[in-house]
């Protein structure tokens, strides 16, 4: 599983005063959940304790349309087509739509059209294993993203199987946030996985700090921590999902290009954005381009992003640590730019 860990113990930097008289309670509203094979934990200033319950409906909507794994889900639908059309919800086809742009945007590196190769290895499942080659290499000829076709509501995969696992839980956030913020919440703190969106500071006045995990330890240990406000943060590490076969360590983040994982000498990247759909997407793409690539890619696109290397170097895009605050705590990691 992966997961930035919330520090709720917030460092003492938002010394916005908490305003008297706004709408929220000083006592948050939690909840904590299992949802789309991961932990989602909401802590929300307000004083209306139906708001967690609608976020919690919204994620079990979210799952029962998107997962691949629920069998009447809009993507188990169009999974279970050979050729034909499918009808899915407008969330669904919005969702395609936008994995699809995402897709071209990262030249492929993010592929929602790679279910064929994702469900070949089966991280995650008691069948996890190393598909041999030539299984990989006929499944790769089904995963061309250019041949998924949507057109309103109507979605042909065009031979391709869809997995939308490396950007749902982004996309989860943005419906989440954006409930609050039509309710007028002005300080939340919530986590869908490896995904993360702050805003506001707590009745206290502090601000949100969040640490990001450390690769090489357990799902508490953490090697930075970052402030967080208004912006979604997603993280991929090669600890999230994973099988050791003949001494090897395979992870969930494939290469679209090999099938096999991405072997770009990094073991995590976090990317912050306005987005938290894009934060998700990019975070995947970002893995699979490596760290020169990917620093100039988000420098383009408008996100920040921090990488950690396997021989332990930090390397992120140009003012990262000083706009988010960034503290290394584990001192066996070197700040590089
Ligand atoms: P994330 O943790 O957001 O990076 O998502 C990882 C999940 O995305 C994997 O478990 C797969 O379901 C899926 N995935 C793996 N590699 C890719 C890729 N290159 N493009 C799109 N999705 C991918
Ligand atoms: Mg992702």
Not at 25 to 35: F, G, I, M, V, W
Not at 158 to 167: E, K, M, Y
Not at 225 to 253: C, I, K, P
Request: aromatic content about 8%; some cysteine; charged content about 20%.
């Amino acid at each position: 599983m992966k997961r930035i860990f919330c520090l709720i113990t917030a460092a003492f930097l938002g010394l916005t005063p908490w305003i008297a008289g706004c709408a929220a309670s000083n006592t948050p509203e939690t909840s904590e959940t299992y949802a789309m094979n991961t932990i989602i934990t909401q802590t929300v200033y307000t004083d209306d304790s139906d708001i967690l319950v609608q976020n919690n409906e919204i994620l079990r909507r979210i799952e029962d349309e998107m997962s691949k794994t629920i069998a009447d889900s809009d993507v188990a639908r169009i999974n279970a087509q050979s050729g034909e059309d499918v009808i899915v919800s407008d969330a669904t086809a919005q969702v395609l739509a936008d994995s699809i742009a995402a897709a071209k945007e990262t030249g492929g590196a993010f592929n929602p059209a790679l279910g064929t190769v994702i469900s070949a290895w089966g991280f995650g499942t008691e069948d996890a294993q190393v598909p041999d080659a030539e299984t990989l290499s006929a499944l790769l000829k089904k995963t061309d993203y250019q041949n998924v076709s949507i057109n309103g509501t109507r979605v042909n995969a065009g031979g391709t199987q869809i997995d939308l696992g490396g950007c749902v839980k982004g996309y989860a956030l943005d419906r989440l946030a954006q409930n609050l913020n039509d309710a007028g919440v002005q300080s939340a703190i919530l986590s869908v996985g490896g995904s993360l969106y702050a805003v506001g500071q707590k009745p206290d006045g502090a601000g949100y700090r969040i640490g990001i995990r450390d690769p090489e330890g357990t799902e508490n240990d953490y090697m930075a921590t970052m402030d967080l406000n208004g912006r979604f943060v997603s993280t991929s590490g090669t600890y999230e999902r994973g099988f050791t076969e003949d001494g090897v360590y395979y992870y969930h983040l494939l290469d679209p290009q090999t099938g096999y994982p991405a072997n770009s000498g990094i073991t995590s990247v976090t990317v912050v954005c306005d987005n938290g759909f894009l934060s998700d997407a990019y975070s995947t793409a970002l893995f699979v381009m490596g760290a020169e690539k990917g620093i100039a890619f988000a420098q383009a696109h408008g996100a920040d992003v921090l990488y950690l290397t396997n021989d332990h170097h930090i390397l992120t895009t140009e003012g990262f640590a000083s706009k988010y605050a960034l503290k290394i705590t584990n001192d066996s990691y070197m700040a590089v730019s």
